[in-house]
């Protein structure tokens, strides 16, 4: 059989464009310089960017759901591909506004992306609270609001609420604005472009049938054509000054002042890095909370809670850290063996009157051993003189087999036992939010 010589673009056209679709925007960009007909295949929104779309993002949201199917699939997919950095775990960095949380988890909707707070609950379960909703109107605006009092019970009821508007006033959920700081950070602002927002212009957002963004509200474009004019009338430093003026006045009533959050990219361990993720356990008052153990760039291991950022000495707090990573391997010694086992489990508490400690059951079967260390000055402030004895400061962690670990202070006689938040970017023992 002779051979056939065959050109990529003798391949028929859904072929062309299957092929296409693996490729990344900027090697379609390069592509679409060679030809006319291959301009003409890049330029191909409906079967090429948009399966460039669901080829990314199709198993996680619905695709044609998105802005009620009203923009360019390339246009989503820019929008996408930015917004695609939030799903997953986020810290809050800094103190400025009492009621930001600490620990923010993002993930797909069928046409938006929602943010819930994470909370601690009873045992080791985690409270999955609706905070913020993002969304996109049919011109392809970003449409993000979020709700401070934390009313709804699941993300189900505060997109119905958004639809059927359930009592709730404008004033109830605030327009904001995130604004990506790199990839690994960004900021979330109260919105000062679209003061008067309005709940109808959500329909097209959530999937009703009728309505649109449309033009923003005539007092808004008054409102920025007046600015744009003081910059550049005779009359612009005065006029500039005056609307300097009513920014300042309108920030002073403002709802929400801007918080910071930061990514948490590891937050699962690896078989290099058995200790590092995002780990759940009791804390000082046995009630359960959030650490997460991090590696250094110097070979170190720290570990910090994620607590209330409103508190005096929460928000990120140093729990204990360590240079040495150096693993102990069995057997252990009689005295490694009598620290583990004369100490006992703390559990967070089921209730209020629950004891503070519960003898474990079964001690779980340690793979291997790590030294750590602490200090009060570190730990809790002003008590640094409370001791002279050094070995106050020092700890173990010891490491099950199953992939957990527990750690704990010689001057402590118990150990706290930390559990995965999350395996697979799957929320474990996760539950919705209840009034």
Request: with cysteine; net charge neutral.
């Amino acid at each position: 059989m002779a051979d056939i010589d065959m050109s990529f673009l003798d391949f028929p056209e859904d072929v062309q464009l299957c092929i296409l679709s693996f490729l990344t925007p900027s090697e379609i960009s390069s592509f679409s310089l060679t030809s006319k007909r291959s301009l003409s295949l890049c330029q191909n929104d409906s079967k090429l960017w948009f399966s460039l779309c669901h080829r990314r993002w199709g198993s996680k949201t619905l695709i044609h759901k998105w802005a009620n199917s009203q923009i360019p699939f390339k246009s989503l997919y820019k929008t996408l591909s930015k917004w695609d950095t939030l799903i997953g775990f986020w810290r809050c960095s800094g103190h400025k506004n009492p009621n930001s949380p600490p620990l923010l988890f993002f993930e797909w909707g069928p046409s938006f992306i929602t943010g819930s707070i994470l909370a601690p609950s009873t045992g080791f379960r985690v409270t999955k609270i609706p905070f913020l909703f993002m969304g996109l109107s049919s011109r392809g605006e970003p449409i993000i609001f979020l709700d401070p009092d934390r009313r709804f019970e699941s993300s189900g009821d505060f997109i119905e609420a958004v639809r059927t508007q359930l009592g709730f006033s404008d004033a109830d959920l605030i327009r904001v604005v995130v604004n990506f700081i790199g990839g690994y950070h960004f900021a979330i602002e109260e919105s000062k472009v679209y003061a008067n927002f309005r709940w109808g212009d959500l329909e097209d957002v959530i999937g009703a049938e009728n309505g649109s963004l449309g033009s923003p509200p005539e007092c808004v474009k008054s409102e920025i054509y007046r600015y744009f004019a003081n910059r550049t009338s005779p009359c612009g430093d005065r006029a500039s000054r005056r609307q300097r003026k009513r920014e300042k006045q309108l920030q002073g009533r403002r709802k929400w002042e801007k918080v910071h959050y930061v990514k948490i990219v590891n937050y699962s361990p690896t078989p290099s890095r058995p200790l590092q993720g995002l780990w759940k356990g009791v804390s000082d008052d046995m009630n359960l909370d959030f650490y997460l153990v991090s590696y250094d760039q110097l070979g170190g291991i720290d570990c910090r809670r994620l607590g209330d950022s409103s508190g005096p000495f929460s928000g990120y707090f140093p729990i204990f850290w360590t240079s040495n990573t150096t693993f102990i391997e069995p057997p252990f010694s009689n005295e490694e063996e009598d620290l583990y086992y004369s100490r006992i489990h703390a559990r967070p508490r089921a209730t209020d009157d629950s004891p503070r400690y519960t003898p474990c059951v079964q001690n779980k079967t340690i793979s291997r051993l790590l030294s750590i260390s602490s200090s009060y000055d570190l730990v809790i402030p002003n008590l640094t003189s409370s001791s002279a004895n050094p070995r106050d400061g020092e700890g173990r962690i010891w490491l099950y087999e199953d992939g957990t670990f527990g750690f704990g202070f010689l001057r402590d006689n118990f150990i706290v036992d930390l559990k995965l938040v999350a395996l697979n970017e799957q929320l474990l023992d996760a539950m919705e939010y209840f009034l």
